[in-house]
């Protein structure tokens, strides 16, 4: 399957210089195969991508294949294609491991086969959890509000993670401005990195201005409009930004696909995307539209217009207790149930 790839020189990768001095590369391989592909198909893309010049990858423990990964990086260290120095990790503590930050990091470090993780982040800032597959109903009995007191206990074992040498980086994702105010208020280390759905249709202008003016990096999930995404995270009036005329257009001039036009405005934007992809075409179509035939300023303020304010991942199954997603996400400014 190789031997057809066109290899890219990591080094023509863009990077992202973080709050902390680390270097890292903006894009990565996303790796949660939307309860759809299995845990080898993904390795072996994985594999694909790393041999291909990513050196990137989005992991976390509850996609549930991180062994299997964990031994596609092995084997490619062993075998010389790269060297672990070159890679840049990322691994998430899951919402029901709040309880021992320590120990989740530690399983996910085994199951990755590595001393360190260059970022570890908090996946969602609420211990609430769902199990595999279930549907968007189900509710998690013991789920409550986002807790200030709480969620600086898990960041406290999140610093401590990082002082510890296990971490290179720490972060959060699926945070909101205010529940980050208060974080930025009461951390002793700043998060170096927040991951957040941020796609042509979904864009959080404001989250993302709060993110830069405070020095924290953004990485983007569901760069794509993710069109695989488990049905639980669908819904009726949901969009779909490789759709939308506008990228229809411009994936036309550029001769690409509208997948590699998103990517695309996301590097060119300043965050970092993770698109996932099984597919070595897509794969590597991803990683080079990351330098190559850039976007006009025309083209990129054609997309910034096209913003619909449509999240995609909306979290139901996380709600507590007489929730519905919108509290997940203050929307009015305020943090529910504080
Ligand atoms: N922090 C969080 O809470 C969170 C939440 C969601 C996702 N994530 C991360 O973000 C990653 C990406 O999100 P996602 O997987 O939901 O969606 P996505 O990357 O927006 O979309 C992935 C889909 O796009 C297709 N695709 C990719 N490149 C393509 C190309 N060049 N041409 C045509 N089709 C292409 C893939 O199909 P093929 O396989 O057929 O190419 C795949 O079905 C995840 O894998 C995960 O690592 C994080």
Same mark, same amino acid.
């Given at each position: 399957? /190789? ?9 023509l990768v863009p990077k992202k ?7 890292m590369p903006m894009i990565g ?27 990137h ?64 982040? *908090? ?10 597959? *279930? ?15 709480? &969620? ?43 991951? /957040?759905?941020l796609h042509?249709? &979904? ?14 990096a953004v990485v983007g999930?569901?760069p ?36 590699v036009v998103c990517v695309k405005w996301a590097v060119q934007d300043g965050h970092t995307p993770i698109p &996932? ?9 991803n990683l080079r539209c990351s330098f190559e035939d850039p976007l006009?300023?025309?083209?990129m303020?054609?997309i ?13 199954? &996380? ?20």
């Amino acid at each position: 399957m /190789m031997d057809k790839i066109l290899s890219v020189d990591p080094n023509l990768v863009p990077k992202k210089k973080l709050n902390t001095g680390d270097v890292m590369p903006m894009i990565g391989l996303g790796t949660f195969g939307s309860d759809r592909c299995d845990s080898l198909t993904i390795a072996d893309a994985v594999r694909v991508a790393i041999i291909g010049g990513y050196r990137h990858i989005d992991c976390a423990s509850v996609y549930g294949n991180e062994k299997e990964i964990g031994q596609v990086i092995a084997d490619l260290i062993k075998e010389g294609v790269v060297k672990r120095e070159e890679l840049w990790i990322t691994s998430k503590l899951w919402n029901d491991c709040h309880h021992d930050v320590a120990k989740a990091c530690r399983k996910s470090l085994a199951d990755l086969q590595l001393d360190y993780l260059d970022l570890y982040l *908090v996946h969602w800032p609420f211990p609430n959890f769902h199990a595999k597959g *279930v549907s968007v109903d189900s509710r998690d009995p013991n789920a409550r509000p986002y807790i200030q007191v709480e &969620f600086m206990e898990v960041w406290s074992e999140m610093e401590k993670l990082k002082k510890e040498g296990l971490v290179r980086n720490i972060g959060t994702s699926n945070m909101t401005v205010p529940k980050y105010k208060l974080l930025l208020r009461d951390c002793a280390i700043r998060p170096a990195v927040n991951e /957040m759905e941020l796609h042509p249709h &979904f864009q959080q202008p404001e989250m993302f201005d709060y993110m830069v003016k405070n020095g924290i990096a953004v990485v983007g999930f569901c760069p794509i409009g993710s069109p695989n995404r488990p049905d639980r995270d669908k819904t009726p009036t949901d969009t779909c930004p490789t759709k939308d005329p506008v990228i229809l257009d411009i994936s036309a001039k550029h001769g690409i696909h509208p997948a590699v036009v998103c990517v695309k405005w996301a590097v060119q934007d300043g965050h970092t995307p993770i698109p &996932f992809s099984t597919k070595p075409k897509n794969i590597m179509s991803n990683l080079r539209c990351s330098f190559e035939d850039p976007l006009s300023d025309e083209e990129m303020s054609a997309i910034k217009s096209i913003d619909k304010n449509c999240r995609f991942i909306k979290g139901q199954v &996380f709600c507590w207790e007489d929730a519905n997603w919108e509290d997940l996400w203050d929307l009015n400014g305020e943090i529910k149930g504080w």
